[in-house]
Structure formats: C-alpha cells, structure tokens
C-alpha cells in the first residue's frame, strides 16, 4: 500500500490538526495542571472538533450556502458543553472559567480552520496567562476575591445551620 495516501487525510492538514493539538495542550495543561474539569483531553479535542466543522463546512460552500452559519452553530454548541461543567452548591455558581475556557478553546479552533495558526498559538498563550495573571492578583490583592469572586470552600468549612 501506497504510504502517501495511507497519510493523506485531504481536505484536512496535518499542520492544523497539530496546531489544534499544541494549543489544546497549551490551555489544558494549566486547567489539568490546577485539577480543573477541562484538561488537556478535553481542550485537545475542542480545538481539533471546531477545526474539523469549520474546515469542512468550508467544503461544502455554494451560492446557495453560508459556511459562517457552521461558526454560529459550534459557538452553541460549545456554549451547551460548557453549561454542562457549570454547577451550582450551597448558593454559589461553580465551573464559570471552565466554561468561558472551552468557549475560547472552540474560537482558537475557528482560529486554526480559517488559517490563523500562529495567532491560535497566541492566544492560547493569552488564554493560560488570563488563568493564571488572574490567580496570582486574586491572591495578592484580598479585594479582588469579595462577593461572587470569593472562593468556594466546600461544604466541609460551611458554618453550621441553625436547627430551628
């Protein structure tokens, strides 16, 4: 067998499936890296999936087509997935920065799809620096983490409810 169509995997290229990958890998380094839900897997094959719809539905393009509406069907779509890592406990809304991640994991893989893989690779550093820069001013400055940015502690360190 001929090693070359063995390889081939037209219309798609290797060099976005691997650009698709280093900026999964990227993001979901510091999301595994910190235990959170959407790890290296999952941000991996967000930004490989929104590559494969985006790229095909450019395949499909005709007069009587609009390969963009592909664009506005993956951002719900994706906007369903991060819903589903989204919680709610004892009053206080879990999983929002998973959720806003996987969002712009999928907007890197339109990123990649219409051919700006350099810039993906940026902005997933962007990505991880946003995590991150956040984490480390919530942790010097005490005002930053008040109200709704205060961290969830578990049910475990709840004070104790009143029997009455």
């Not at 712009?104 to 350099?118: D, R, W, Y």
Request: proline content about 2%; aromatic content about 6%.
């Amino acid at each position: 067998m001929d090693m070359t169509k063995l390889l081939d995997i037209s219309p798609f290229a290797w060099h976005s499936i691997g650009s698709a990958l280093l900026c999964g890998l990227i993001v979901g380094l510091e999301r595994q890296l910190r235990g959170k839900p959407v790890g290296i897997r999952t941000s991996a094959l967000i930004c490989l999936g929104t590559y494969v719809f985006i790229t095909a539905a450019n395949l499909v393009h005709t007069d009587a087509t609009d390969p963009s509406r592909i664009i506005g069907q993956v951002i719900t779509g994706i906007g369903f997935l991060g819903a589903g890592v989204m919680l709610a406990r004892d009053g206080v809304v879990l999983g929002v920065t998973s959720a806003a991640t996987i969002w712009a994991l999928a907007a890197i893989g339109v990123c990649i799809a219409v051919g700006f893989e350099i810039t993906a690779i940026k902005l997933s550093l962007i990505v991880v620096f946003v995590l991150t820069g956040v984490d480390l001013l919530e942790d010097y400055s005490q005002a930053l983490t008040r109200g709704v940015h205060k961290r969830y502690k578990g049910w475990r360190n709840r004070s104790p409810r009143s029997s009455d």
